[in-house]
């Protein structure tokens, strides 16, 4: 299994919710990623899980929350969002260092 | 600080002919390099990478150039073909951090 798996493919939500974003991983990968993408912009960091320990947050408001329950699984937690908060968010993991660096193929989020 | 650079924003080439990405950087840390395509609403799929200590990775239709002296690498493509149409994203890398370019939208025309 050489994939990244990202659930759900597409996710509509109001402001008032609360909602999951999931991605596995069975390659082994150590180190896993969040990255949230607008239209027609790169990738943006937004987490980092190294060995299901978080060491990188950039700087990303807390109605986002990741959580790594295990060295295969990594969630994004996510309420009260706002309507700018629609974007692509992309999931991917790496071995040591970027070795194997690979993305899901994310999920499209759209917040009404 | 934008510290990678893909100045230009698209580029349109004629089926078969060779297409050339260009990504500049800034942070002389940056000591692994890869390129991804991506098509719309879908994550970036790899394409090819290249170490520092090289100065040229070739694969298939594929090479990228490094040029560590003026902090440029290229990607190109020969031939070209319409499915290869898609945005290029080139990205360096320090520890295990990726930092994107803008990318570059590759058209291929038949």
């Known amino acids: 299994d050489t994939e990244v798996t990202q659930t759900p493919k597409h996710l509509v939500m109001g402001m008032t919710n609360k909602k999951s974003l999931k991605c596995e991983q069975h390659m082994g990968h150590r180190a896993m990623y969040w990255y949230k993408q607008k239209a027609k912009k790169p990738p943006e960091l937004m987490f980092v899980?190294?060995?299901?320990?978080?060491?990188i947050n950039e700087s990303v408001p807390s109605r986002f929350s990741p959580e790594c329950p295990n060295s295969s699984l990594l969630n994004l937690h996510l309420h009260a969002l706002q309507p700018e908060d629609s974007a692509l968010y992309l999931c991917?993991?790496?071995?040591?260092?970027?070795?194997?660096?690979?993305f899901g193929s994310g999920t499209r989020l759209t917040v009404v | 600080d934008q510290q990678v650079k893909q100045n230009s924003p698209s580029l349109s080439v004629q089926e078969g002919r060779i297409s050339i990405l260009n990504c500049d950087y800034t942070n002389s840390m940056f000591d692994y390099f890869l390129w991804y395509k991506k098509y719309p609403a879908e994550g970036p799929t790899f394409l090819i990478s290249?170490?520092?200590?090289?100065d040229k990775n070739e694969d298939g239709r594929f090479t990228v150039f490094l040029n560590k002296s003026a902090k440029h690498l290229s990607l190109h493509i020969v031939p070209s073909q319409p499915g290869d149409s898609a945005v290029y994203f080139c990205a360096a890398v320090a520890g295990n951090m990726l930092t994107f370019g803008g990318g570059t939208r590759l058209m291929v025309k038949p």
């Open positions: 290249i170490s520092s200590i090289k």
């Open positions: 991917a993991s790496s071995q040591q260092g970027v070795y194997g660096y690979t």
């Open positions: 899980y190294s060995y299901e320990k978080l060491s």
